[in-house]
């Protein structure tokens, strides 16, 4: 599947609580295996309980089965930033 | 303390370490032990399921060769797919990926994923909020590892560890 394909899917997995955007790319994991990159960015203003692990967890299993739904077989590998954050990566602010 | 708690510790020390712009490398060596800390606790806990005597320190040095990485990984994502073979299964006798472990497992797939970026990708970027994520997600891990440490589901993963390439040849 092509990244339309992998962004059509994950849009369609949105809204998730206090997700403000995705942010994916496709590369290979260290294993050599196809690996898709998901960045969850959160709301600036989420509440604390959102960045515990099982509300995290919550995230990463909708977005799995949103993949798994449209047929995407590439692993996925979710991890967090805040939107600050993410503007500043965009900005191109050293970090 | 045990050699994965102080890993951990490190971890979380390093994502906070700088006030308020976190450092590139802090970020990236906090990534990195906290999914060394996941990698050492497998070790600890397969050298005392051989020789618990001194909680499996001697064992350690011998048993420290037989968790490779690769293979580890091919286990992790195994279990928290629920790919295990029909055998193993069969062989189990009773759920061999009771809930605690297959989120374990999956917490160390992507442990060791981000942490290979941190070690070896520049172009790789990290926030501190991503590295924090990364080390809440392997203290969380090591936790729900003691959870289930003690049953037959833990001591066939620690076994998978070293024999899954006879169990499932090229998978």
Known sequence: MDAQGIERALTAALPLPHVARLVFELGRDGGGQKALRIWAVMADDAPATVWGPDARERIRDALRNALRGAGVRVWPYVAFRTAAEQAELDAGVPT | ?171
Do not use: Y
């Open chain 2, 1 to 171: 303390m045990s050699l994965h708690h102080e890993l951990l510790e490190q971890a979380r020390h390093l994502a906070r370490r700088e006030r308020s712009k976190p450092r590139e490398a802090s970020l990236r060596r906090a990534i990195s032990a906290a999914a060394l800390a996941l990698h050492h606790l497998l070790v600890h806990e397969l050298a005392r399921a051989v020789a618990p005597g001194r909680d499996g320190a001697p064992m350690r040095p011998l048993v420290a060769p037989g968790v490779e990485a690769e293979r580890l990984r091919r286990v992790a994502k195994a279990w928290t797919t629920g790919a295990v073979p029909p055998a193993v299964r069969a062989a189990a006798g009773e759920d061999p990926l009771p809930t605690p472990l297959r989120r374990f497992a999956h917490t160390l797939v992507t442990a060791m994923e981000a942490a290979e970026r941190a070690e070896r990708d520049p172009g790789s970027r990290f926030t501190r909020r991503e590295a924090q994520c990364h080390v809440d997600d392997a203290g969380e891990a090591i936790a729900r590892w003691n959870d289930v440490r003690s049953g037959p589901a833990a001591r066939l993963f620690l076994l998978a560890l070293l024999l899954w390439d006879t169990w499932e040849p090229g998978g």
